[in-house]
């Protein structure tokens, strides 16, 4: 758990409307970046909030709700984990898409194997990392795969897109599947080598305030801040597509 911002305890917010308190997002790994930086705005627009980030794979973290997990938010990679959240009576409302996000391939900066798509993936002597098929950026691989036609046999199936983006930078794989927002924010070390059929692996993030939110006020406020012009433009910053 990291803490975006300063300040103590935990409120419903005030009787005036105001939020104050912490705030508990549980987010898509993906994430990361964006949310730490829509986090510190939500505090500076909220002052006496503070924006607490468990940042995970989305199935990881659907199932920390369904299990008694304390938070306020959710923000999954993929609609199939925020079915699982809602399923469970879970959610405070209708999830709705704040974003999109689309597959690339990642490869060391050079492009040392001359990845120039799918195909690439299946050469002899290619290493590659995916993300377990149970959660959104695995599910979206396969997905993106199938529709090639490509099979290939990975050498590690990561637990979010964070991990197998690392195979890559530590020089522990020549390409991964990951998403093109990850690439961005890691473009010092690796490049994002784009493919046709990551249209057919498009994912749609749904977010949605949680039943039992410690803190109501704050989550539904967090949850319309994320929708606001301010925080899509954070999100389109870093690659991801309008929903």
Partial sequence: MAGCGAGDGRAAGGGDGRVTGTVTVFAAASLTGSFTRIGKDFEAANPGSRVTLNVAGSSALANQITQGAPADVFASAAPANMATVVEAGDADGTPGVFARNQLVIAVPRGNP?????????????????????????????????????????????????KGALAKVKLGEVDA??????????????????????????????????????????GARAFVAYVRSAAAQAVLAEAGFQAP
Wanted: a negative charge; hydrophobic letters at 50%; charged letters at 20%.
């Fill in 176 to 217: 991964a599947l990951v998403y093109r927002t990850d690439t961005r924010a890691a473009s010092v070390d690796v490049t994002g080598v784009e493919f046709p059929e990551s249209a057919r692996a498009v994912n749609d993030y749904p977010i949605v305030a949680l039943r039992d939110a410690p803190n109501p006020n």
């Fill in 113 to 161: 194997k001359a990845v120039a798509g799918l195909a690439d993936l299946s050469v002899p002597g290619v290493k590659v990392a995916l993300c377990a098929v149970q959660v959104p950026c695995g599910a979206a691989a396969r997905t993106a795969l199938d529709a090639a036609g490509v099979a290939l046999t990975p050498v590690t199936l990561e637990r979010d897109v």
